[in-house]
């Protein structure tokens, strides 16, 4: 049985009281997820900045 599947099982088990924080807590990994991603790409533009901005580059992109 894939994870997915028993983790469905269990929701079914649990009191409806308890469904909101689980909720919120999947919204939380996402959120996290995102972050991460977007934390990346922020780390790969600082270093890929010295290279855009070379004068080579203006030349190379002026035409579009």
């Known amino acids: 049985m894939e994870v997915k599947e028993l983790i469905l099982k269990e929701i ?3 009191p409806e009281q308890y469904l909101t ?3 919120d807590f999947i919204r939380f ?3 996290k997820a995102l ?3 977007m934390g990346t790409a922020i780390i790969s533009e600082t270093s890929l900045k010295k290279d ?3 004068p080579e580059e ?3 992109w ?3």
């Open 12 to 14: 079914e088990k649990i």
């Open 58 to 60: 203006d030349e190379a």
């Open 62 to 64: 002026q035409d579009l």
């Open 21 to 23: 924080e689980i909720l």
């Open 35 to 37: 972050e991460e991603r």
């Open 52 to 54: 855009w901005l070379k």
């Open 29 to 31: 990994l996402e959120t």
